[in-house]
């Protein structure tokens, strides 16, 4: 079972330099996430895509765009980076039912760094 | 708004004692709340998760936690620690109102002593 599968693992780029992170899920969920975590502050949600052709702000989505490109993939795009955008990042997907919060299937994670 | 807040950053147990990871919620509505674990350099492991039936949660690799209502907390127990144990314990609230938003708390780092 593949689950949630990300590109790249690891990935260093200067300021100002852009990237796509790459993510995709072969569970048929509906949703799809993009988290960050950073040390001491547990995950933070930047993007979520409720379904295939729909994506919302989360909580710290300024310096992010992202495209859910069919039900199977979501990409996370940093168009100018930033070294406060250094963290790990988690893709992550969900069924989504009426009034019941389903959980979440993550993926393996990306270390990004920026120098 | 729904928060979480996990009570200990780090806890450091012995090998074959009780392991007890604290964390409280805050939710204006009745909360789903789960527990997940993460090894380092690894994804997020859901434990268990608690949706309003039974409130004493079986996870897997002998983890349980009990909602409390009264008290808003859903500590996370274990009755003998093992090695593999060693990892980093999230605990995460969502509201039905917001069913497609979960809000971690901080981590607890789990450490198991020989």
């Known amino acids: 079972n593949a689950g949630v599968t990300q590109t790249p693992k690891f990935q260093v780029l200067k300021t100002g330099q852009s990237m796509t992170l790459q993510c995709a899920q072969d569970?048929?969920?509906?949703?799809m996430y993009w988290y960050r975590q950073d040390p001491g502050m547990g995950l933070r949600l930047i993007y979520y895509?409720?379904?295939?052709?729909?994506?919302d702000k989360g909580e710290v989505p300024n310096g992010y765009n992202v495209s859910r490109l069919n039900k199977r993939e979501f990409s996370l795009r940093l168009e100018s980076a930033a070294p406060s955008q250094t963290s790990v990042y988690f893709c992550?997907?969900?069924?989504?039912?009426?009034?019941?919060?389903?959980?979440?299937?993550f993926g393996d994670g990306t270390r990004l760094s920026i120098l | 708004a729904q928060s979480v807040t996990q009570l200990d950053s780090h806890v450091s147990v012995s090998e074959g004692t009780p392991v007890l990871l604290r964390c409280n919620y805050s939710?204006?509505?009745?909360?789903?709340l789960f527990w997940y674990v993460q090894h380092p350099n690894k994804g997020l492991q859901l434990l268990l998760k608690y949706t309003s039936a039974a409130t004493l949660v079986k996870g897997i690799n002998g983890f349980e936690a009990e909602f409390k209502k009264s008290e808003t907390s859903f500590h996370l127990t274990k009755p003998s620690a093992h090695m593999s144990d060693a990892a980093e314990y999230f605990c995460v609230v969502s509201d039905p109102t917001f069913v497609d938003k979960l809000v971690f708390g901080a981590g607890t780092i789990l450490r198991v002593k020989s």
């Open positions: 569970m048929n969920h509906n949703s």
């Open positions: 992550a997907s969900s069924e989504v039912r009426a009034w019941v919060n389903q959980p979440q299937h």
């Open positions: 895509s409720a379904s295939e052709g729909t994506t």
């Open positions: 939710s204006s509505y009745s909360p789903s």
